[in-house]
């Protein structure tokens, strides 16, 4: 039993060697051993048209690939296996039979012998294309620096959904890079993050996401720009600051206008007074001058041109109307007779108006009263103004005119009163503003009403 | 009773035996999580009802195939298999190379998600032109182009029949 173990064991150990020196290799040894022929590959899809590439190398740049070839199988639409292309030290085969689902077989072969093999999925290695057309545009109005940039991978059917990063350093500063990832083909970066008046590097790759994996891109083509200077703490814009002035000083004329202008036209129009009976009827009425006289005396009013009126008429008209055709004094005498030439703004019209026929009638009663001169003389009606009043002082002139008139020396003249009284009569409706009452019992009372009314001024 | 009871031991047991492998389905369905059919599969249906748009003089009878293969319920990856098998017919028409590329896709991408695990011999699909037994007497009448026509009509049938259980199995799958 002894010698039979002790036989086993010799004959264990024996494989055991003979199995170990067939692959071993320790300390550097390698001249029996076999050359490592791992490989790695990558996928592009959609690189021309509907064609795929497949890309695959050695692990080991020192691999003598001579005779070596690569192959897949599996995965493909087509039965069978597919062989790849060498190009220098590069194995690659474009087409359009990969399934993509599924693992897919790669093979490293010497002549027909599989030297390696490995399983890898198509969609799971895939290396996008770089991106492109990388543009950095300055927005002065918003401060900021809006990246844009563009791949191929936009218009394809199967790697649509990337994750694109953005990387960005100050030229001076080497290794100072800054990363952004984003989804979308567009950055916006901050100019207060960034260094005033300073050149600055970016570049972008792009990496599969979803479904299909794989490796980053190689990066786009570098795009360079510089920042602005920074700006003053206390500069600001022209216009704004010009604005700013223009309002600064409208606002202060418009102040002092508010403050000049408050009493006289402001708060009258904000803060209107009441009206006051009282003095508001002293603003109607006009006050009189001082050397106004004012009286009932018939003997005030002699140079006075009074005319009877017929209606509204202008006073110059009359006027003019009469001296081309009486002699003054007659007219003057006439309004005497009449006494109503003295009147205040509130003369009615109708007031002690006699039609020149009417009065001519009278005339003719006067002459032949006696009064040559009077007759042929009609007298027109006219009516007087208040200015007649200012005139008072020429009063005892019109009647010394009415007294000495032409060929009237021996003419008698009936006082004024009995044709005041006629005329009084022929109205009867005249108004009770009558200011020129006969010169008889009611002139006291008269005159107390004036004066009365004065005296409430 | 006695006898009775033998019935049942050796009658039923086998009866279940040989039906088990007819109602159940050899086919697993992989492509359950919708990645696969939604970034390949679904390319391609897309891309051939593009290139299909413009033809769409089809007759609204639904060939005698659809009859006897629909997509039930608990069926749905047997009909899949038989349509993708089916769609292998059309890559020998005489068709574009981009069509019959996406036919392919379709195909052996829906294959390749079942995972069937019965690698039964694929029986001898009938011809298209068995498929519709009825129009044999009409395939004597109607000229080339009026079967290639009907043919097309009837891929394009078979096509939305795919996609319509494809996604049924997917949202049922969200469901659960």
Not at chain 1, 285 to 290: G, S
Not at chain 2, 13 to 37: F, H, N, Q, T
Request: net charge neutral; with cysteine; glycine share 6%.
């Amino acid at each position: 039993m002894t010698i039979l173990g002790i036989a086993f064991g010799i004959v264990f150990c024996l494989l055991r060697v003979v199995s170990g020196e067939s692959g071993y290799a320790q300390n550097g040894d390698l001249e029996d051993a076999e050359p490592d022929y791992s490989f790695s590959c990558y996928s592009q899809l959609e690189v021309n048209g509907s064609q795929h590439l497949l890309r695959c190398a050695f692990d080991d740049p020192d691999v003598n690939s001579t005779h070596l070839g690569f192959e897949i199988c599996d995965g493909l639409l087509v039965a069978g296996c597919l062989n790849f292309i060498k190009l220098q030290e590069i194995y690659f085969i474009e087409t359009n039979k990969f399934l993509l689902i599924g693992d897919s077989k790669i093979c490293v072969k010497l002549g027909q012998r599989i030297l390696t093999c490995r399983k890898m999925n198509i969609v799971h290695i895939v290396k996008p294309e770089a991106p492109f057309d990388v543009r950095v545009i300055y927005r002065e109005e918003a401060n900021d620096f809006v990246v844009t940039f563009n791949t191929s991978h936009l218009q394809k059917k199967y790697v649509k959904n990337l994750i694109h990063e953005v990387a960005y350093h100050q030229e001076k500063n080497e290794h100072d890079w800054m990363h952004v990832n984003l989804s979308s083909t567009k950055l916006t970066l901050l100019q207060r993050k960034l260094q005033p008046d300073a050149m600055y590097e970016i570049k972008v790759r792009s990496i599969p996401t979803d479904y299909y994996k794989g490796f980053w891109s190689e990066w786009s083509p570098s795009f360079h720009f510089r920042t602005p200077e920074a700006k003053g703490p206390g500069k600001m814009e022209p216009v704004l600051l010009i604005i700013s002035i223009l309002s600064f000083f409208s606002v202060a004329v418009m102040v002092i206008l508010a403050g000049v202008l408050w009493k006289k036209r402001i708060k009258p129009i904000v803060w209107p007074s009441l009206p006051d009976h009282k003095k508001t009827l002293e603003q109607l009425c006009k006050k009189p001058k001082k050397n106004l006289t004012v009286s009932f005396n018939p003997e005030s009013f002699l140079d006075c041109q009074i005319h009877k009126v017929d209606g509204i008429q202008a006073r110059d008209e009359v006027e003019s109307f009469l001296q081309d055709t009486f002699p003054a004094q007659l007219e003057e005498s006439e309004k005497q007779r009449l006494g109503g030439g003295v009147q205040c703004p509130n003369w009615p019209s109708k007031h002690a108006v006699i039609t020149p026929k009417t009065f001519r009638g009278d005339a003719s009663l006067r002459c032949l009263a006696g009064n040559v001169s009077v007759c042929g003389t009609p007298v027109l009606p006219s009516s007087r103004s208040p200015e007649c009043r200012e005139g008072g002082k020429n009063g005892p002139h019109v009647y010394q005119g009415l007294l000495l008139g032409p060929g009237t020396t021996n003419a008698t003249l009936h006082p004024p009163f009995p044709f005041q009284s006629e005329i009084l009569t022929l109205n009867p409706a005249a108004q009770g503003q009558l200011l020129l009452t006969p010169l008889g019992s009611n002139q006291e009372e008269a005159y107390v009403t004036m004066s009365s009314f004065y005296q409430n001024q | 009773m006695f006898h009775v009871s033998f019935r049942y031991i050796f009658g039923i047991p086998p009866l279940i035996l040989v039906l088990l492998p007819v109602a159940s389905s050899d086919c697993e369905i992989e492509g359950k999580s919708g990645e696969e059919y939604q970034h390949v599969i679904m390319v391609s249906l897309n891309d051939l009802d593009r290139i299909r748009e413009n033809d769409s003089n089809c007759l609204n009878n639904e060939p005698n195939f659809f009859k006897k293969h629909s997509c039930d319920d608990d069926k749905e990856a047997t009909f899949l298999k038989t349509a993708a098998r089916k769609l292998k017919q059309f890559l020998k028409m005489n068709i574009h190379e981009e069509f019959k590329l996406h036919l392919s896709i379709v195909s052996q991408g829906t294959l390749k998600l079942l995972n069937c695990t019965r690698k039964d011999k694929e029986k001898k699909q009938p011809s298209l032109g068995e498929v519709q037994p009825t129009k044999n007497l009409e395939e004597k009448k109607s000229s080339k182009g009026q079967k290639k026509q009907d043919e097309m009509c009837f891929l394009m049938i078979l096509l939305e029949k795919i996609k319509t259980c494809w996604n049924k199995i997917l949202s049922g799958t969200k469901e659960h």
